[in-house]
């Protein structure tokens, strides 16, 4: 596959690279710091850097703005777009506007329900779902044409991606809608976190054998875990999380001082594992609230430094 | 049918309690089917709204009447001869009712007696759910029957979103995934390769979104 | 078994609670009953099934109307006893008489006298 866009992350995939990705999510206040402090931890880590949407429905700074940021730092920002939000005026404008910094990657979602969040007496709007921005974006960009017909001057240019969680329900949907939002335009992957990796494995055999490996990067999804109630709390709470016994039980087994270090490790080892697979492109390191360990994690699994593309 | 949940008594009496006399008006359509606002609703609350004003010394009219309707010129025209005698109405009917009510009876204040919520279904005695919220463009013949837009809390037309857990939303574990629904609906039909076929963006002017919407057959037009 | 119970109760028959409806009640209540116990046979021994069960939940929906009116919730009440079981009937009825006589009067009588008045 050759790169299509001045993405950074997709001349690095495209190179044949195992390409890094990190994600941060923007503060519940403005102080333009905390993204510049969390990014500056990361940036020499990691290829692009994913900016979350309101994630959890909590209000917080717009990742337009914070991508907006981390451009102006020099780094590659992955623009996430929920359609959770906002209409299809509302999100081809903010695309656009991302485009003007020349922001190159977008990460396509439908959004968690506004009833997690700080606004659970809000209306929703999904005006679209999220193939369906897929599939705007990618005619935005390879058309250059708005929904409404209109031809667009200066059409954005990005890297389209999107979400997939091997361990939602129903299970054998999975591969189809995985190839559905490539039909619809994916060109990247980032997956939910992975703690069952025979289970990904299987899921991975399942989309090469339909040949989907061949037409989508996929970036497996990984979060350390700081401790065994954080794994505790993930296996029950979180929905659409599969976090094996054994994960638990490893956590659970070490001095709570030293949870956070085995978190870190069960990491590096499935980075590792996941690196054999075929079909697998790179990973996506999403170390919530915990930014400081991405450099520990890239460097022991061999992914530093990260490649130079033009 | 339309489902409808009555109101807290408190609230009406909040409503009324500056009137001399009040006309409980029901209807014998949807809301007596999920009974909320039939006759028999009508004779409960105009007996509670009585005891009350009587026992705070106010001497109150309250009276009941149901009608065959709320939504059609003909019934109502059935209480022009009697609404004079009332200083308001309450109206049991759904939110379609109270406001036909209130259109053809200008000079009279008219007071929702129930909460109006969604196009459903009677599950069992007593439970009620939603089917329809009526976009105007039904999409039913591609999703097996049942609809993404009202059982989907995302309504997602090309689901399920990564929430959906052991066949339940993530909103709470007693909705069920639309979305799986679908699917299971898709697979003993046999049909589950239509799965992959991209629900195209929806043309939503004929929902909500395009304004009040109005229905003409010039067919059956007098 | 020549058992007392207290003059004051107005027995109405019905073919089984399950035909009392919640309008009953509250009509009695408007018409200045000053209680009103619904007496259903033991829970699970209903010849229709769930008449006695279907009774108590009207009984529960009427005790909630009448508090918010200002009446009492407590003035109504259900009872479960076999109808063999007479001398359980007439504790019951006495308990009931001496609650309500307890909770006074219902209040819409004085009302309406001064409403008269």
Redesign the interface.
């Known amino acids: 596959m050759t790169a299509k866009t001045p993405s950074r992350l997709e001349k690095v995939l495209a190179a044949g690279h195992l390409a890094v990705t990190s994600e941060c999510g923007p503060p519940r206040g403005s102080d333009p710091e905390v993204i510049a402090k969390k990014a500056e931890m990361i940036k020499d880590y990691v290829d692009a850097v994913n900016i979350t949407d309101n994630q959890t429905s909590m209000t917080r700074m717009c990742s337009l703005a914070a991508c907006i940021r981390l451009k102006l730092m020099g780094l590659d920002p992955v623009l996430q777009m929920v359609t959770r939000d906002r209409n299809r005026i509302a999100l081809q404008s903010d695309i656009l506007g991302a485009a003007s910094f020349d922001i190159h990657n977008v990460l396509c979602l439908s959004g968690d329900h506004q009833s997690f969040g700080d606004c659970a007496n809000g209306q929703n709007v999904h005006d679209i779902d999220s193939m369906q921005l897929l599939q705007t974006v990618r005619l935005m960009r390879d058309d250059g044409k708005f929904l409404g017909g209109d031809d667009i001057k200066r059409p954005p240019q990005m890297f389209v991606g999107a979400a997939a969680n091997p361990f939602a329900d129903p299970f054998e949907i999975r591969v189809p809608r995985l190839a559905k939002k490539v039909s619809a335009g994916a060109e990247f992957i980032q997956t939910q976190c992975i703690y069952n990796l025979d289970k990904f494995e299987l899921w991975m055999k399942m989309m090469r054998d339909r040949g989907l490996h061949e037409k989508v990067y996929i970036l497996a999804g990984l979060t350390p875990m700081k401790s065994a109630g954080m794994a505790r709390y993930m296996k029950k709470r979180v929905p659409g999380m599969d976090v094996p016994d054994e994960v638990v039980d490893r956590m659970a087994a070490v001095p709570k001082e030293q949870q956070a270090q085995e978190g870190i490790d069960i990491c590096v080892e499935a980075i590792e594992r996941l690196k054999e697979v075929e079909g697998v492109a790179g990973f996506h390191v999403m170390a919530i609230e915990w930014e400081e360990k991405v450099p520990e994690i890239v460097e022991r699994t061999g992914l530093h430094p990260r490649p130079a593309v033009d | 049918m339309i489902v409808a949940e009555k109101k807290p008594i408190q609230e009406i009496i909040e409503e009324i309690k500056t009137h001399d006399s009040v006309l409980i008006l029901g209807c014998n359509e949807c809301v007596t089917v999920c009974e909320a606002g039939g006759k028999k609703e009508v004779g409960v609350l105009a007996s509670a709204l009585r005891m009350y004003f009587l026992n705070k010394g106010r001497d109150m009219r309250i009276d009941e009447h149901t009608l065959e309707r709320q939504c059609d010129h003909e019934y109502l025209d059935e209480i022009r001869e009697m609404i004079d005698q009332y200083d308001g109405v309450v109206s049991l009917a759904c939110g379609v009712g109270v406001q036909f009510t209130a259109e053809k009876y200008t000079q009279k204040p008219i007071y929702p007696g129930v909460n109006t919520f969604f196009m459903g279904v009677t599950e069992s005695r007593g439970v009620w759910t939603e089917r329809c919220q009526g976009c105007g463009q039904c999409i039913l013949a591609s999703t097996g029957g049942i609809c993404p837009v009202s059982r989907c809390a995302k309504r997602i037309l090309n689901g399920p979103c990564g929430g959906s857990t052991t066949g339940n939303c993530e909103i709470n574990k007693d909705v069920a995934c639309g979305w799986q629904l679908i699917i299971d609906r898709l697979k003993a039909l046999g049909r589950l390769d239509e799965y992959e076929e991209l629900a195209p963006i929806k043309d939503w002017s004929t929902d909500r979104a395009g304004g009040p919407r109005k229905v003409v057959r010039e067919d059956v037009q007098s | 078994m020549r058992l007392e119970y207290p003059t004051s109760i107005k027995i109405i028959r019905v073919p089984c609670t399950g035909k009392v409806?919640?309008?009953h009640l509250?009509?009695a209540?408007?018409m200045g009953a000053d209680g009103v116990y619904v007496v259903g046979c033991l829970e699970g021994d209903c010849h229709y099934n769930s008449g006695n069960f279907r009774a108590r939940k009207r009984v529960e929906q009427a005790s909630r109307?009448?508090d918010?009116?200002?009446?009492g919730g407590d003035r109504v009440q259900m009872v479960n006893l076999s109808s063999s079981d007479g001398p359980l009937f007439a504790r019951k009825a006495a308990e009931m008489v001496n609650r309500i006589l307890e909770a006074g009067p219902n209040?819409?009588k004085s009302?309406?006298s001064?409403?008269a008045a």
């Open positions: 409806d919640l309008l509250m009509r209540f408007e109307i009448l918010t009116v200002g009446i209040p819409l009302a309406k001064e409403e």
